[in-house]
């Protein structure tokens, strides 16, 4: 079977630096047998209520059981098995390793209408029911709070990840604890996604259905020789970096740099759903040379990404000054070149920071700068847009971060002329397509369901 669609490097006029760029083959929905493991937070604080007038449980149950009927709609051949769990301070089990078809959704769906909130969340117990045995498992976690039973401390508790799984770790709200959502994505095979808004619950749960759905690709490794390749994970250039999986018509953009272009060879390599390798190499001799600035400020956006997260987790006040200096300069950068250009592109990378820049130094800077980095460097469909309502200068101010304001400026623009008036767009610069598609259904756009009344 062909995987590879398009596979490229470029690069850039007088620069050692290029992209190497890869589009896969559309597939099918996958026939391999695959496991989704679904564990769900049903503690106290589920119960409060979301923008709309539902509670974060109805969001959940709701995008719950639209991720059943899709799969039974569409997974014919009986190869996908769900389990549903819940945890509060302890885990209970809805139903275990079933293989959802459109027969079995009448008894499905009440069990998951029988599920309430209550006590306390204690993270570890139910990472550690999440392992299991079999291939293609994948472990989807959502909590909306903080370790507050059990271990707390979040690199005791990535020691219980399941690392014979792919794991996703969904972040419910602003009351959610990301650093240790951010350690625990930090093993092998995992992400973590933030959901801002409880409502849009579903285009984030409808990525990672996709994703699993359409997957093709295990395992794969990019290796460079005669260069090097950005990790945006750790803001560092190697030899060799770990990408993971990747669906069907996946489309990704990987920096380099090189000073030998004619030299440099890429390999990637990896697994089928069948654990058969699947290997690339592509010469540098081949590249094509183009002006690729729009991609030189996506590298400075995804490295000031990196810092936000970094200081957001020392809360230093001089750092903190110094950033949204550096901040504020690229983005007015990037605006002056939007107006020669009106990208889409650089459109998102003003967002990422723009974002980064209202909640830095903030209670809620660290879940912000870790999932725009993450959308950014994995090139989601799927990203936050929404900031907590307040004046930024407002919040910092209460947190004694810095006293004048005319610190960060660094000119006559007002934050309200500028950073604070941006207005941050919900489009993606990234493929849209299928993946969308999955999110509509995962979401239940424009469909009438009969769910729990209020």
Not at 161 to 187: M, Q, Y
Not at 310 to 337: G, P, T
Request: hydrophobic residues 35%; charged residues 30%; glycine residues 6%.
């Amino acid at each position: 079977m062909a995987y590879f669609k398009n596979f490229e490097i470029k690069t850039h006029t007088d620069s050692d630096f290029g992209v190497f760029q890869i589009e896969l083959e559309k597939v099918e929905i996958t026939e391999a047998d695959q496991e989704i493991n679904l564990m769900i937070d049903n503690s106290g604080s589920m119960d409060d209520m979301c923008g709309d007038g539902t509670t974060k449980m109805h969001q959940i149950k709701h995008v719950t059981k639209n991720i059943l009927r899709f799969v039974a709609k569409n997974c014919i051949k009986g190869n996908v098995k769900i389990s549903l769990k819940t945890f509060n301070v302890d885990v209970e089990t809805i139903f275990d390793k079933t293989v959802v078809t459109e027969d079995i959704l009448d008894e499905l769906i009440p069990k998951i209408d029988k599920v309430y909130p209550n006590n306390g969340t204690d993270i570890g117990v139910a990472l550690k029911s999440m392992h299991s045995s079999g291939i293609n498992r994948h472990n989807i976690f959502m909590s909306d709070g903080d370790a507050n039973v059990g271990i707390t401390e979040p690199a005791e508790l990535a020691e219980h990840v399941d690392p014979n799984a792919i794991n996703t770790f969904v972040g419910f709200g602003l009351e959610h604890n990301p650093k240790i959502f951010a350690t625990l994505s930090e093993t092998k095979n995992s992400a973590y996604y933030f959901v801002d808004k409880v409502e849009k619950s579903g285009n984030a749960y409808g990525e990672i259905l996709d994703g699993i759905l359409y997957n093709c690709l295990k395992d794969v490794y990019i290796r460079i020789v005669g260069g090097t390749l950005y990790d945006w994970k750790t803001n560092e250039w190697k030899t060799e970096i770990f990408v993971g999986n990747m669906s069907g018509e996946a489309k990704k953009t990987f920096h380099i740099m090189s000073s030998k272009k004619e030299d440099m060879q890429i390999m990637m390599c990896g697994t089928n759903l069948l654990g058969e390798p699947v290997e690339l190499t592509v010469c540098g001799s081949t590249s094509k040379s183009e002006d690729l600035q729009k991609i030189i400020y996506r590298q400075k956006t995804l490295e000031i990404l990196f810092k936000a997260k970094c200081v957001n987790l020392k809360m230093n006040r001089d750092e903190i000054i110094e950033l949204k200096k550096e901040m504020k300069e690229i983005v007015a950068e990037m605006k002056a070149y939007m107006k020669e250009s009106n990208d889409a592109l650089i459109k998102n990378l003003c967002d990422d920071i723009v974002i980064t820049y209202r909640t830095l130094g903030t209670q809620f800077g660290h879940m912000y700068s870790c999932s725009r980095q993450t959308s950014q460097g994995e090139e989601r469909l799927y990203n936050v847009s929404d900031t907590p309502r307040f004046k930024p200068s407002r919040a910092w101010h209460s947190q004694n971060v810095f006293e004048e304001e005319e610190e960060l400026l660094n000119n006559n623009i007002s934050l309200d002329d500028f950073m604070d008036s941006h207005d941050v767009s919900e489009e993606t610069p990234y493929y849209l397509g299928r993946v969308a598609t999955v999110m509509r259904s995962v979401t239940g756009e424009g469909e009438e369901e009969e769910d729990e009344e209020f």
